[in-house]
């Protein structure tokens, strides 16, 4: 056998085949890992100078209400709160079924840059239509505004800081047709490495009818923007505050971990998306690290009550993720 085509033949006997490859995207992690690597480096280069922090309690807090049950509690509002809502875009009724499942939708919408295309993405995908609740991330105060304008939605929004990619506020939001109540933010422990961001966890108190749920919209820092131990502590600075809750908890948003849901689970949680496909991929490689939670709920039954809507129109670097809940 001429030597060219034996080296050839036993290249295609060590790789691995192309389903298999796509159904197992970690199989034979390593070189891949090098190109996550080195993409990671060419981002903190773009991101080249240091964030500006809000740890202020506070604020800055930005809230609107276009769902058409308008009751917001929360006090004196913060500067630049949003204070007066446009016409809704979609009706619901006043009191929901207590037996109704509760949709629960996550999108991380990278930096708010393609706006267009996810709000094409959570209009027209079935299993993302009218979500009691919505969580956002990397997102700003005018895009938050817009998407709950179009949908029909009030929400809650505190930005973690001003991100030096962009120069624009980033953090996260809560939307929801119903009630928001009893708006706080968490300052995250712990800034991340390089662009110095402290991370901020938008908190609301959701209601439903009779029914209330306290709901955290989560965005943590990336794995090579913080240390294991440093993770370690603001999962369990989140746990806390989850537990405390007299009400049933809903956490969603990108958590960046594909583990950190165990962290929760230990405590009682249902993490109804532990086992789903990639919600992203860095340089071909893909990672589950959207995710939901729950205390006080447990995941509907049926075949279709959790999933990845994996064509997202190019919004962003994520899939939207969704869930459907009911009380236990």
Known sequence: MHP?????????????????????????NRRPWRRVLLG????????????????????PLYAGRYGELRTLRSGAASPGSTSTPLEPTDTREAAAPAAAPFRVVTFNIAFALQIDSALAVLRQAAPLRRPDLLALQEMDAPSVERIAATLGMNYIYYPSGLHPRYGRDFGCAVLSPWPLEEPRKIVMPQRARFTGLTRVITVATLRRGAQRFRVYAVHLPSPMGISKSARHEQLEALLADALASPDPVILAGDFNSEAAGETFARSGFVWPTRDLVPTTRFLGVGFRYDHVL????????GDSTVGVVEENRA???????WALLVRE
């Open 4 to 28: 060219l085509l034996s080296r050839a033949a036993r290249t295609q006997r060590r790789r691995p085949p192309f389903d298999c490859e796509r159904r197992h995207p970690r199989l034979d």
């Open 294 to 301: 729950a205390r006080g709920l447990r995941l509907a039954a």
């Open 40 to 59: 990671w480096i060419l981002l903190v280069v773009a991101c080249g100078c240091a964030a500006t922090n809000y740890p202020e309690a506070s604020g």
């Open 315 to 321: 919004a962003s670097d994520h899939c939207p993720v």
